[in-house]
């Protein structure tokens, strides 16, 4: 059964940054698309960033430009960095494998962002 651990989270300042991991505990983690989630209080989860087997990536407007996720298949886990961070950006943050009509995973823990004004 696959496992999903996110890390890096914690409290900043407006324009700092951080950088998150989500580390697969499974197989297969190379053969799968991994995208980035976040879900602020009240609102719906929502994918922020995807990165595909080949390495493309996609992301949501409102991240463009100021994050960047990547992967790195030999310690099956894929990240998250996050720079000029806004309060906007405050959210529980989750990693997950997207298909077309959802989810592959049951979701992890999330990590927890708070950023500051």
């Known amino acids: 059964q696959v496992q999903l651990v996110e890390s890096g989270g914690g409290l900043v300042q407006t324009g700092e940054s951080l950088n998150l991991s989500c580390l697969m505990l499974?197989?297969?983690?190379?053969?799968?698309?991994w995208g980035w989630y976040r879900q602020a209080p009240g609102k719906q989860r929502d994918l922020v960033a995807s990165?595909?087997?080949?390495?493309?990536?996609q992301y949501e407007d409102s991240v463009k430009g100021r994050f960047t996720i990547s992967r790195d298949d030999a310690k099956d886990t894929v990240y998250l960095q996050m720079d000029s961070l806004k309060p906007e950006d405050t959210a529980v943050y989750y990693c997950?494998?997207?298909?077309?009509?959802?989810?592959?995973?049951?979701w992890g823990q999330g990590i927890e962002v708070t950023v500051s004004s």
């Open positions: 990165i595909s087997y080949g390495g493309n990536t």
């Open positions: 499974g197989s297969g983690f190379d053969y799968f698309s």
């Open positions: 997950n494998s997207p298909t077309s009509d959802g989810i592959r995973f049951l």
